[in-house]
């Protein structure tokens, strides 16, 4: 069980990825990925095909989300994995999550005109695939094929972050509702790669115990994200908290991501010690997504 090659963290053209369903899906079977999600941002539009694609490849397949949440300030990310993509409350909530990200583009293509990178908004608009999730990667995308910066690390760091030009404060959804909907709608909650985020380990822990209060159950342990102390770091925290462990590349494009789908090369697996997000699905619930291969 450990060792399922489970990839529970993607991104497609829905959101901020490159790959649309069907090479997702190929590429993902390709890489001998044998349990799949795909988790875009805010968006649930991606999985009807992600879903037959999957069923075409012969991969057993998740429908997940990755929602966007402000907690003490910060942008934190929860996972939601084993969704309902028809939930009323899921999709309302979602909705209203997006709909900040048009002025907020706007406002990030007036802070970069301002330091004389003009067409920033127009520029990522037409990289976003999907009009209704326009994101800090499509401006990063941009912002590197303009000449400004030669990598996505780099664009980040010199303009979309806080306190750089083309950063623009947001608020998110509240961390209880996040939790809420995904439980709602039949899911599981789950912290998506803690190492990532810049807190003091007093709000970590607040972010660990409101979480699991709201009804959170599982924390990323293996992702892209996560180097070698922080798979050590979250291994101990899950075990502390009883929570559920989940593992994913996080995958968004060939070229960007620093693992690819199935998290190759290197397999990381999750510690024996730990209970796996997936063996809250049982063998059958697994099985009526048709392995054919
Ligand atoms: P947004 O939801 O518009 O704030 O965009 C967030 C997305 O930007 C994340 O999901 C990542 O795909 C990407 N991202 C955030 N920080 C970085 C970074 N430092 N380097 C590369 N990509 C990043
Ligand atoms: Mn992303
Ligand atoms: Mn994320
Ligand atoms: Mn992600």
Redesign the pocket.
């Known amino acids: 069980m450990h060792d399922l090659n489970a990839d529970l963290h993607s991104?497609s053209t829905a959101s901020?990825g490159t790959l649309g369903a069907a090479a997702l899906a190929a590429r993902a079977k390709a890489n001998g990925v044998e349990l799949w999600a795909l988790t875009d941002?805010d968006e649930l539009g991606g999985l009807p095909a992600a879903r037959a694609a999957a069923e075409a490849a012969g991969l057993r397949f998740v429908d997940g989300i990755e929602i966007?949440v402000t907690f003490a300030g910060t942008?934190v990310?929860i996972v939601g994995l084993g969704i309902d993509p028809g939930n009323d409350e899921l999709v309302a909530g979602i909705d209203e999550v997006r709909a900040g990200?048009e002025l907020r583009a706007k406002q990030m293509g007036d802070g970069l005109a301002k330091i004389g990178i003009k067409g920033a908004y127009e520029g990522a608009i037409k990289l976003a695939p999907n009009p209704n999730l326009v994101?800090?990667?499509h401006f990063?995308r941009f912002l590197i094929a303009s000449g400004v910066a030669p990598d996505?690390?780099a664009v980040?760091?010199r303009y979309?972050?806080e306190g750089k030009p083309g950063y623009v404060e947001?608020r998110w959804a509240k961390l209880g509702d996040a939790v809420r909907w995904i439980r709602g709608a039949g899911g599981v909650a789950v912290i998506a790669h803690p190492g990532r985020y810049k807190f003091t380990p007093t709000e970590e822990y607040a972010l660990f115990t409101e979480f699991q209060a709201h009804g959170g159950e599982g924390v990323e342990v293996v992702t892209g994200s996560h180097h070698a102390g922080d798979i050590v770091k979250y291994t101990e925290t899950a075990l502390e908290f009883g929570l559920l462990a989940s593992r994913g590349s996080d995958f968004?494009d060939p070229g960007?991501s620093r693992l690819d789908l199935g998290l190759l090369p290197g397999q990381l697996q999750l510690s024996p010690r730990l209970t796996p997000v997936w063996s809250r699905w049982t063998a059958a619930e697994l099985r009526a997504q048709p392995v054919l291969s």
């Open positions: 991104h901020d941002h966007s942008t990310h990200r994101s800090r990667t990063g996505m690390h980040f760091r979309l972050t947001h968004h960007e």
